[in-house]
């Protein structure tokens, strides 16, 4: 009795120190690719006319003599007209103010035939005038910056005296034809040093094609801003201090990446004429995606559990290996392979979500795979119990916060004046991110969202 009792005791001794094997199938892969909306984005984009800048070119360029009537047969006037002193503009709505200082010479008298005998009496004169002139300045739809300049008043400050024997010269008529000849040079000086400087046209195109290039605007974390230019629109020209400003908005998808360079477009919008408006609306939406592999949250995990024990009552089991991947139904598959008291791979699923106040991602609803639970209630059924789940699943959160917080940081030191091309610059601010949706792709997870902020393209001056 007793020799029967010792051989049941050790054979089931040693039926409960066998290992259970357990074997459980693999959850079924599946990704969907990530449907990311654009949204419409405005980006305020100005251009300077500088001021000081036109001064000088247009100053170079009338120099000394501006004018000269050197024929006298058919007026029986010559005149001569110089500049005393510099040009210096000032600025009203899209107008540009200005007066010219002049020193005039005439040459003044007559000559006719009186009674067969040819008679001419000539007498030279000298005066001063300040003429005060406007260049309205406007943009016309084949984005060609065109001026109209007109005389707005002059004043003699040393009129000229002619006092010719046997006639009385007009000195109103003398003035009147000075002062139109000179109208034709100032606005032709004007209309020439813009057309040279100011190639409007060929500074938005290059700005327009740019920036469809995608831009990298931090290195340290492979941010990268995507453009796509829809319409460009304008509000009328309008003068602050000593500049002219053109107002532009581009209507536009804006969007970030985070991770590897996005393919640069196929083909390229072309510059469209611009639709005038009476204000822009600023409207920034840029939809943004930060990318985290599978491999960086397998190490993270990794890190936490691998080499660990878990033990409920007299059974343990060692952790050998974690690894993830995208299941259906988005829900994300945690694969772990354990020894001990119980030897195989444990399947557990679970949704991703994504807190936009801690800025941590999680898994929610976790729990065993459905093949997983069943190969558990057969062999080894203390594993599931909530203890085994609860082990595991707070080492799947990760904190983003202070990979978002330094990408914003240093992007923004970026786009304190980021240069797109030579006298172009991208400049911005990016507030806050704000996520809400998440996905699951082959390599990564990938979590979208929104930037909040404000980005606006400068063109710096044209003179």
């Not at 690719?33 to 654009?38: G, L």
């Not at 991110?433 to 044209?462: C, M, P, Q, R, W």
């Amino acid at each position: 009795m007793r020799l029967k009792f010792f051989v049941l005791s050790c054979l089931a001794l040693s039926v409960f120190s066998c290992k259970t094997q357990f074997n459980a199938n693999k959850p079924k892969e599946d990704y969907v690719a990530p449907s990311i909306e654009k949204k419409p984005s405005s980006i305020a984009m100005t251009i300077d006319l500088d001021i000081p800048a036109l001064e000088k070119s247009i100053n170079n360029s009338l120099k000394g003599l501006i004018y000269e009537d050197n024929n006298l047969d058919d007026d029986n006037l010559l005149i001569k007209v110089w500049k005393q002193q510099d040009i210096h503009f000032t600025i009203v709505g899209n107008k540009i103010n200005c007066t010219v200082p002049l020193k005039i010479w005439i040459k003044a008298g007559f000559k006719k035939e009186v009674l067969g005998v040819n008679l001419e009496n000539y007498a030279e004169a000298n005066g001063a005038i300040n003429v005060n002139l406007s260049s309205a300045f406007t943009l016309e739809k084949e984005w060609k910056i065109t001026t109209i300049t007109t005389i707005n008043q002059y004043n003699w400050t040393e009129k000229p005296c002619v006092n010719v024997i046997g006639c009385n010269l007009p000195i109103g008529a003398i003035t009147d034809i000075a002062l139109n000849q000179f109208k034709n040079k100032i606005s032709s000086s004007i209309d020439k040093a813009i057309a040279a400087k100011a190639n409007i046209k060929q500074t938005i195109s290059d700005t327009w094609s740019k920036i469809q290039d995608p831009i990298l605007v931090n290195k340290d974390y492979g941010v990268w801003l995507s453009i796509e230019p829809k319409e460009i629109l304008s509000t009328p020209i309008v003068g602050t201090g000593n500049k002219l400003l053109f107002n532009l908005g581009i209507n536009t998808f804006i969007e970030t990446t985070v991770g590897e360079a996005p393919s640069p477009n196929a083909a390229k919008t072309p510059l469209a004429n611009y639709k005038m408006v009476n204000k822009l609306t600023p409207n920034f939406n840029i939809s943004t995606n930060v990318s985290i592999s599978h491999q960086k949250i397998t190490d993270i995990v990794s890190q936490q559990l691998v080499g660990k024990e878990f033990t409920e009552g007299k059974k343990k089991i060692k952790i050998n290996s974690i690894k993830i991947y995208g299941g259906e139904n988005g829900m994300l598959v945690v694969e772990t392979n354990v020894s001990g008291s119980a030897n195989g791979t444990i399947y557990c699923i679970g949704k991703l979500a994504f807190d936009n106040e801690t800025k941590v991602l999680s898994v929610t609803d976790f729990d065993f795979d459905l093949s997983t639970r069943s190969a558990l209630l057969k062999s080894a059924n203390w594993l599931l119990h909530k203890n085994f789940l609860n082990m595991i699943q707070p080492m799947l959160s990760i904190s983003l916060k202070d990979q978002i917080t330094q990408m914003l940081a240093s992007s923004n030191a970026m786009l304190k004046n980021y240069q797109i091309q030579k006298g172009v610059s991208l400049k911005g601010n990016l507030n806050s991110v704000i996520f809400d949706k998440i996905y699951i792709t082959k390599d990564a997870l990938i979590v979208n969202g929104n930037i909040n902020g404000s980005v606006k393209i400068e063109v710096g001056e044209l003179f």
